[in-house]
């Protein structure tokens, strides 16, 4: 490869590391290092006819540009991190301006292309070594974009930053690092990728000397793993740890594994058991009539609906349920696209011993549009479920009627 003049070095220099590709404008940002305006322009558009730079045009949005595969590979093993720090520092503090303007929309609804902008920014920081910055930057995003159904992103930064940091030392240095190493291990178990979730978990594990304050995490860690996969005995075995440890040594820490372990203890078949956690300090009257004072809780009202229905109280609990999703829809955490599809799966699963086949497809179809490509194993079991609806080589109902149908009910 040729010499690259002075300002198409310093392009490419920041392409090299920007993990991502940037529109023209986003690009040009960055010129005040060392590109005024016009070389940039003449620069950037020398570097596409040599086609070193890469331009992805997008509907109804600038195109994008970014460095050819093998380009970026020649920086990356060409420059050392050190060399590199100072472009990739302006990168992030572009990105901080972008986010310091949109921070206010973040959320699941957020359009992913939106969303990107601070994955984007954790890619960074992991390519200048600031890993402390990027767990921050993980948290702050993990809601949007696990909770928006951009899970495989979430999993994808994750993986860089995990891959990046020395583990011996991650839990004393990174203030986040348990708490990210958890919500990967459920974007992990939600994917159905329960390989990468065991070798994370027993990864974190080796980094827990003793029975301490960070041992009841991963007893929940392990414990919510197992609950997700059906091995229910498992997960209580594990939650018990946790809660166990937990009340003999006192300890006060926002670690705990009670929630887990009533989930377990719902599903292995003790629904009674569970909702005498679920409820809290309401009485089940109380919550099917919604009465004053009871909070507004979706995953409360879906939780105790499910040990209704499991106990045979079917009437309540889709009263339950109906309260739960109509809640659940405003809902901003990162479990609230998987807690609406858990609701809809299981008022389909009533409609189905009612009798009722369109309800009960329609409850189906929806919670399949809603977990889309974030949980291939549970829609894989909703589709089996919706087979046994009808003969095979019946249409399915589309999305626009199953959703109309959903949205009729919740109305009452």
């Given at each position: 490869?040729g010499?690259?003049?002075?300002s198409?070095a310093?392009?490419?220099?920041?392409?090299?590391?920007?993990?991502?590709?940037?529109?023209?404008?986003?690009?040009?940002?960055f010129?005040?290092?060392a590109?005024e305006?016009q070389?940039?322009t003449k620069a950037?558009r020398s570097l596409?006819s040599?086609n070193?730079i890469?331009?992805k045009?997008?509907?109804?949005a600038?195109d994008?540009?970014?460095?050819?595969p093998?380009?970026r590979?020649?920086?990356?093993v060409?420059?050392?991190?050190?060399e590199?720090?100072?472009?990739?520092?302006?990168?992030?503090n572009?990105?901080?301006v972008?986010?310091?303007?949109i921070?206010s929309?973040?959320g699941?609804?957020?359009?992913f292309?939106?969303?990107?902008?601070?994955?984007?920014k954790?890619?960074?920081e992991?390519s200048?070594?600031?890993?402390n910055?990027?767990?921050?930057?993980l948290v702050?995003i993990?809601?949007a974009?696990?909770g928006?159904?951009?899970v495989?992103?979430?999993?994808?930064?994750?993986?860089?930053l995990?891959?990046?940091?020395e583990w011996e030392t991650?839990?004393?240095k990174y203030?986040?690092?348990?708490?990210?190493?958890g919500t990967?291990?459920?974007?992990?178990?939600?994917l159905?990728?329960?390989?990468?979730?065991?070798?994370?978990?027993?990864r974190?594990?080796?980094?827990?000397p003793?029975?301490?304050?960070r041992?009841i995490?991963l007893?929940?860690?392990?414990?919510?793993?197992?609950?997700?996969?059906g091995e229910?005995?498992?997960a209580?075995?594990?939650?018990?740890?946790?809660?166990?440890l937990?009340?003999d040594s006192?300890?006060?820490?926002?670690?705990?594994?009670?929630?887990t372990l009533?989930?377990?203890q719902?599903?292995s078949?003790?629904p009674s058991i569970?909702?005498?956690?679920?409820?809290?300090?309401?009485t089940?009257d109380?919550?099917?009539?919604?009465a004053d004072?009871?909070?507004?809780d979706?995953?409360?009202?879906?939780?105790v609906g499910?040990c209704?229905q499991m106990?045979?109280?079917?009437?309540?609990?889709?009263?339950c349920?109906r309260?739960?999703i109509e809640l659940?829809?405003?809902d901003?955490?990162f479990?609230?696209?998987?807690n609406?599809?858990?609701?809809r799966?299981?008022?389909?699963?009533?409609?189905?011993?009612?009798?009722?086949?369109?309800m009960?497809e329609?409850?189906f179809?929806d919670?399949i549009r809603i977990l889309?490509?974030a949980?291939?194993?549970?829609?894989?079991?909703i589709?089996?479920?919706?087979?046994n609806?009808?003969?095979s080589?019946?249409?399915?109902?589309s999305e626009?009627k199953?959703?109309?149908i959903?949205?009729e009910w919740?109305?009452?």
């Amino acid at each position: 490869m040729g010499q690259i003049g002075p300002s198409r070095a310093d392009i490419t220099a920041v392409y090299g590391r920007g993990g991502k590709a940037g529109d023209r404008n986003h690009t040009s940002a960055f010129r005040g290092f060392a590109v005024e305006l016009q070389n940039f322009t003449k620069a950037l558009r020398s570097l596409i006819s040599l086609n070193l730079i890469v331009v992805k045009p997008e509907l109804d949005a600038p195109d994008l540009y970014d460095l050819h595969p093998l380009v970026r590979q020649f920086v990356r093993v060409r420059f050392e991190r050190s060399e590199r720090s100072d472009f990739i520092t302006i990168v992030i503090n572009q990105y901080k301006v972008i986010i310091s303007a949109i921070g206010s929309m973040l959320g699941v609804n957020l359009p992913f292309a939106l969303l990107e902008r601070w994955s984007q920014k954790a890619e960074l920081e992991v390519s200048a070594g600031l890993y402390n910055e990027a767990f921050e930057t993980l948290v702050e995003i993990e809601n949007a974009l696990i909770g928006g159904g951009h899970v495989q992103e979430y999993v994808r930064v994750g993986r860089l930053l995990f891959e990046s940091i020395e583990w011996e030392t991650a839990p004393a240095k990174y203030k986040q690092f348990d708490k990210v190493v958890g919500t990967m291990a459920v974007a992990f178990d939600q994917l159905g990728d329960f390989e990468a979730a065991d070798n994370l978990i027993s990864r974190y594990e080796a980094t827990i000397p003793q029975k301490t304050v960070r041992y009841i995490k991963l007893c929940d860690i392990r414990s919510y793993s197992y609950w997700v996969r059906g091995e229910f005995e498992l997960a209580i075995d594990w939650a018990t740890k946790g809660v166990a440890l937990k009340k003999d040594s006192h300890v006060d820490t926002t670690f705990d594994c009670d929630h887990t372990l009533a989930l377990a203890q719902r599903d292995s078949g003790n629904p009674s058991i569970a909702l005498e956690f679920f409820r809290k300090s309401w009485t089940v009257d109380e919550i099917v009539e919604s009465a004053d004072g009871v909070p507004e809780d979706g995953p409360m009202y879906g939780n105790v609906g499910r040990c209704l229905q499991m106990i045979g109280r079917a009437e309540e609990a889709l009263r339950c349920y109906r309260k739960s999703i109509e809640l659940l829809e405003i809902d901003s955490s990162f479990h609230s696209r998987s807690n609406r599809a858990y609701g809809r799966r299981w008022i389909g699963q009533i409609f189905v011993d009612l009798g009722d086949k369109t309800m009960a497809e329609a409850f189906f179809m929806d919670a399949i549009r809603i977990l889309g490509t974030a949980a291939p194993l549970r829609v894989r079991e909703i589709y089996a479920e919706v087979d046994n609806l009808h003969d095979s080589g019946v249409p399915l109902m589309s999305e626009a009627k199953s959703t109309a149908i959903v949205r009729e009910w919740m109305r009452g």
